[in-house]
C-alpha cells in the first residue's frame, strides 16, 4: 500500500535554528526496511538540564521505563532515537537491549549512561536487535552536525506512519545582538490519544532560564498541547515529550521578560507541532479544532471535548462533511457530565447549530453544509454551567484510517 | 448506499411463540422513509410486571426520561415503540409530543397513562411529528395479534441500521402438560456501547414468578450480555432493554427448580441477542469473544476486556486478519490496571501467542494466520493477578463501519 503525504501537512517547512552546543546524527542501521534512516543520535557538548512527560501506560517500553529512573537527576548528555521497534513487552531480553546500547555509547562517548536518554517506536512485542544499533554509534558520533538539514533529516528517521516530518521552531529577541532559540522535532500519527506524553517530541533551547518551575510550567503546557489532541483514542506504551536546556557557556541573566517570551514561544512550538501530529493523523482528511466553554472547571471541560473529539460517530460524520449534531449530543452525553439541555450552544464554525438548546440548523443549513466541506473546521460547545474551557483538536476518521491499520506492519 | 445483510447474521430466525396474554402490530407512519414499518405496539391483557434497565447517558430522550419516571410502579399494560426519530434533544417539544402520544393511546386503550412506556430511535434532535403517530393508533389496535409473524413484523419495525431483525425464544419446561415461554427482540447496530442498556431490547414471558429479587437478577444479567458488547464505544441517548412478565390466569405455583431454569433460559436469551447485535455490528465482519481471566476482580477484568474491544487499532487489526498483539499489550497497558509483563499469557483461539510474557508467536505463525481468517475469532488474556474474570464481545472495524456512518442519516 502505497501512504500518499497527508492532504492537511504544511505547505511550507519552518526552517530549524543552528544552536551551539547540540549536534545530531541520523543514519540507517537496518531496523526499518528499504535501507530509510531509523536511528539518531543526539549529543550535548555539555550535560545540560531535562524534562520529561511519559506515557502513563502500564505496559510501557523499556526506554520509558529506564529515563523515567534516571530523570530525577535532571541531566542528560546524549539521546538514542530508534524507528520501527518499540522495544515494548520483551521482557528482561528488553532491557538488556537497552542497557547495552546506553552502556556502548557511554563508553564510545565518555558519558556517565545517567546521562542517555533513549526513545523507541515501532511495532510492540519484537525482539530489538540491539547489535544492529551498537554498529552504527561510530558512525552516528562521526556525522554529528547543528544544521537545519540534521534536525530535518532526524524529524524523518523517527517517522513510522508519519506521511511528512514533524519540525517547528522559535526564535526570542534577547537584545539588539543576541537572541535565544527553540528547536523541536516530534513523530506520531496514529495510537495518539490524551491524558499522558501522547508520542514522541524532542524540543531544544538554549535559553539560560534561572528560575524553579520549569518543569510545572512545561508538564502544563504539556496537558494543553500533546495531551489535547486525539487520532484514535489508543495510548501508545512509548511516547514522550523532553525538553532539553543547553548549558549556555556565557551565561546571561535573563529576566522576567525573556523568560516569559520564552514559555509564550515554548506554547507556540509546542501546539503547532501538536497540530502537526493530528494533521498526519491516519487517514485525516480533515482538521478539527473543538472548544468547550462554561464548564464547570476544565476537567469537565475537556472530558466533553476529548468525548466529542474520540467519538467514532463524529469523525465519520465529519469526513462525510454531514450536520448531524446529535451526535456532538451523544458525545455529550455519555461523558457522565450533568448538563442542562437548555443551555446547550453549538457553534459550527460563526453558525449557530443550537443556540440555549433551540435547534437553529435549518436557519443556515447551506451555509453550514459549505462550512463542513472544508478542511479545517471550529466547533464550539456551551454548556452554561460554569467558567471551566479547554480546547481540544481532532481530526475525521476515513477509510483511509481503516487501510492504514489493516495493511500496517512496520 | 445499499447496505448488504451482515456476513455475521445467523443464517436461520428462532420462531417466536404464541404467549397467551400479549398482542403485538406494527405498520408504517411515515417517520421512517419508503413506506417502512416504524411504530409498534405491544399490548398486555392486564397490567403485567416490568423490570427495566436504560442508559445513563447525560442526555437522555424524552421517552427514557418518561419511563424512569414511571417504573418504580413495576407496572405495564402497553408499549410503544418508533423508529426513525429518537425523540432527543427536543427540549419541551420532545416532552410535549410523547404526552400526547401516551395520553392518546392512555384514551384509546383505557389504560392509565402510568402503565404505557415508550421507546424511540433513530436520528437525534428533529422535532417528533407525533400526530403521524397518533394517527395510526386505531390501526395498530386493530392489527393486534401474537403470531411469530406479528413478533417478527415488530423486530423489522424498530430496525434503524439494522442489516436483521434481531429475535430469539426459549422453552421452559413445566410439567408433562405446560411450557412456560419467554420471547426476546432487540435492534441495535451502531452507538452500541457499554455500561449502559445498550440498545433496545424487549423480553415477554409468562412465567409465574413468585419471588422478589427478579429486578436484581435481570440487572446482572443485562451487566453480563447487553452491557458486555460494544461496537464502536460509542453510548446512545435512548437505549433500555426491557423484562416484561405477563400476569398469568391460571397462576401455578412454580418452586426454586422452574425458576432457576427460567433464569439460565433468560441468559441464554439475552446472550444470544447482544451477539446478534454485534454480529449486526455496523461494517462487522468478524465476530470476536475476548475473555479476561486472573484479574483482581470483575471490575478490572471487564475494563481489560473492553479496552481492547474499544481499541480501533485492535479492532482494525482483526478486519486485517492480522497477529498484530502489540496492540492488545497497548490496549491493556493504557487501561491503569496494574500488570505484571512476565505474568500475561495471550490465545488467539487454542493457540498462545504469549504464555508468562514469553513471545510464541513463531512457534504457530501459520496456523494462527489462518485462524485470525475465520469470521468467528476467540482471545484469551490472563494477568495473574487473581481471580476475576469477564467475557466481553465485540466486532472488527471495517471501511464499511466508516461507509455506513459518513452517509447514514435516516
Chains 1, 2 share one sequence.
Not at 200 to 224: A, Y
Not at 298 to 309: F, T
Not at 325 to 330: D, F, P, Y
Request: aromatic share 8%; glycine share 8%.
Amino acid at each position: 500500500m502505497i501512504i500518499k503525504t497527508s492532504p492537511l501537512a504544511p505547505k511550507k517547512l519552518k526552517k530549524l535554528y543552528e544552536i551551539d552546543g547540540v549536534s545530531i546524527a541520523s543514519v540507517s542501521c537496518g531496523i526499518k526496511k528499504n535501507f530509510k534512516d531509523d536511528l539518531v543520535l543526539i549529543k550535548f557538548n555539555s550535560p545540560s538540564k531535562i524534562y520529561g512527560v511519559f506515557t502513563n501506560s502500564k505496559t510501557p517500553g523499556a526506554p520509558i521505563v529506564w529515563n523515567k529512573s534516571i530523570i530525577k537527576n535532571g541531566k542528560v548528555s546524549a539521546l538514542i532515537i530508534n524507528s520501527g521497534n518499540a522495544n515494548v513487552f520483551n521482557g528482561k531480553k528488553g532491557e538488556e537491549a537497552l542497557k547495552k546500547i546506553i552502556s556502548a555509547l557511554s563508553l564510545k562517548l565518555s558519558i556517565s549512561e545517567k546521562e542517555i536518554f533513549m526513545a523507541s517506536t515501532g511495532v510492540i512485542g519484537e525482539p530489538l536487535d540491539y547489535k544492529k544499533i551498537i554498529g552504527k554509534i561510530p558512525q552516528l558520533i562521526k556525522n554529528l552536525s547543528n544544521t537545519h538539514e540534521s534536525w530535518l533529516k532526524a524529524a524523518n528517521a523517527i517517522r513510522t506512519t508519519d506521511t511528512f516530518p514533524k519540525i517547528y521552531s522559535e526564535k526570542i529577541k534577547f537584545n539588539e545582538k543576541e537572541n535565544f532559540y527553540i528547536n523541536g522535532i516530534a513523530k506520531g500519527s496514529g495510537m495518539i490519544a490524551p491524558n499522558m506524553a501522547t508520542m514522541l517530541s524532542f524540543i531544544v533551547s538554549n535559553i539560560p532560564l534561572e528560575k524553579n518551575g520549569t518543569k510545572k510550567k512545561f508538564k502544563h503546557i504539556v496537558e494543553e498541547t500533546f495531551n489535547s489532541i486525539t487520532v484514535d483514542s489508543d495510548k501508545s506504551t512509548s511516547d514522550m515529550v523532553l525538553l532539553i536546556l543547553i548549558k549556555n557557556q556565557n551565561r546571561k541573566t535573563i529576566g522576567p521578560q525573556t523568560e516569559k517570551k520564552f514559555f509564550d514561544k515554548l506554547t507556540t512550538l509546542m501546539t503547532n507541532l501538536a497540530h502537526q501530529i493530528v494533521k498526519d493523523g491516519e487517514g485525516a482528511s480533515k482538521f478539527i479544532k473543538i472548544s468547550v466553554d462554561g464548564a464547570q472547571n476544565y476537567k469537565d471541560a475537556k472530558n466533553l471535548g476529548m468525548s466529542i473529539a474520540n467519538s467514532p460517530l463524529f469523525k465519520t460524520a465529519m469526513a462525510g462533511s454531514d450536520s448531524n449534531w446529535g451526535r456532538i449530543i451523544m458525545a455529550l452525553g455519555k461523558t457522565g457530565v450533568v448538563l442542562n439541555n437548555s443551555k446547550i450552544s453549538i457553534k459550527f464554525g460563526h453558525f449557530f447549530i443550537l443556540k440555549s438548546g433551540e435547534n437553529l440548523l435549518l436557519k443556515n443549513v447551506k451555509k453550514i453544509n459549505n462550512y463542513l466541506k472544508r478542511k479545517e473546521i471550529e466547533i464550539s460547545v456551551s454548556v452554561g454551567n460554569g467558567s471551566g474551557s479547554s480546547t481540544v483538536w481532532t481530526c475525521d476518521l476515513t477509510k483511509n484510517y481503516i487501510s492504514i491499520n489493516t495493511d500496517y506492519r512496520s
